[in-house]
């Protein structure tokens, strides 16, 4: 990486960040000054005081292996609702794998405790309503920071309706569905542990929330073929056009060689003394 661009990214992001706690007027989040008392309450309050506590807890007593069994059976009751958005998506290979993991998962994962479709090289395929949504030119609408839920937006928050309506979700008991909820949110939180320092850290912590959300929406809604994707594969072509250049020019010298050697042999010929 050249120090030039590096440290030109770096002075970039800097007024950037800077711009973002002297812009309050982001179009994205009209209602920031209600968003930014609930965030205060939401990180200072409930999760330092509640969800922060509960969450090391859970993770020192629980073992792992405990742990990434109910994780499992949590997103083993998503599957038919990525089925559903994969082939709304059009993406009807992915759908089928959701299925099929379904299937497996249920039955021979022990409902959904070990995922043996994994093992079998059938990945996740997550996709929900609200990505679905967002592929067919729907926007998030505005930002909105709900009390213990967090970051969330209307479209999202509708589409997590609508995948709560598909089966088995829909007849799945009370109980059930708030032991998933809860399971999925501790897991949820675990994974952010690593990352408090960051946010601590941060100029404006509401605004690297709201910036992290919303390049998160976009990066699934592109299935990552966004941004530094697309920068990604055009290096790749490049590559590729390169390596084709010097197998061409490898395959020219060969033949200037090849050419070299037969004039030689037949100089030889010519000059080589009658008996």
Avoid: H
């Amino acid at each position: 990486m050249l120090s030039g661009c590096a440290t030109n990214n770096a002075n970039q992001q800097s007024d950037n960040a800077q711009q973002e706690v002297v812009d309050t007027s982001d179009p994205r989040d009209p209602l920031e000054s209600v968003n930014r008392v609930m965030w205060d309450f939401n990180w200072e309050v409930l999760d330092a005081y509640f969800l922060r506590p509960v969450t090391v807890g859970y993770v020192t007593v629980m073992p792992q292996f405990a742990r990434t069994g109910l994780l499992n059976a949590a997103e083993n009751l998503q599957e038919p609702a990525n089925m559903m958005n994969n082939m709304l998506q059009g993406k009807f290979d992915e759908g089928m794998d959701s299925l099929a993991r379904f299937v497996l998962n249920s039955t021979i994962g022990l409902l959904g405790t070990i995922d043996v479709a994994d093992k079998l090289g059938i990945t996740s395929q997550e996709e929900e309503f609200g990505e679905t949504l967002g592929t067919m030119g729907v926007g998030t609408g505005p930002f909105l920071m709900l009390p213990a839920l967090g970051p969330n937006d209307p479209r999202s928050f509708s589409g997590e309706v609508v995948d709560g309506m598909v089966y088995p979700m829909a007849v799945i008991d009370g109980n059930l569905a708030i032991a998933r909820y809860l399971i999925s949110l501790l897991e949820t939180r675990a994974a952010l542990i690593e990352q408090e320092q960051q946010i601590e850290q941060s100029i404006d912590d509401y605004a690297f929330v709201k910036n992290a959300y919303f390049e998160n929406l976009a990066f699934k809604v592109t299935d990552g073929k966004s941004g530094d994707k697309a920068i990604d594969e055009e290096q790749l072509d490049d590559f590729a056009e390169f390596e084709a250049m010097l197998d061409y020019e490898e395959y020219e010298e060969v033949e200037e060689e090849t050419e070299t050697s037969t004039d030689e042999e037949a100089t030889e010929e010519v000059v080589e003394p009658q008996p």
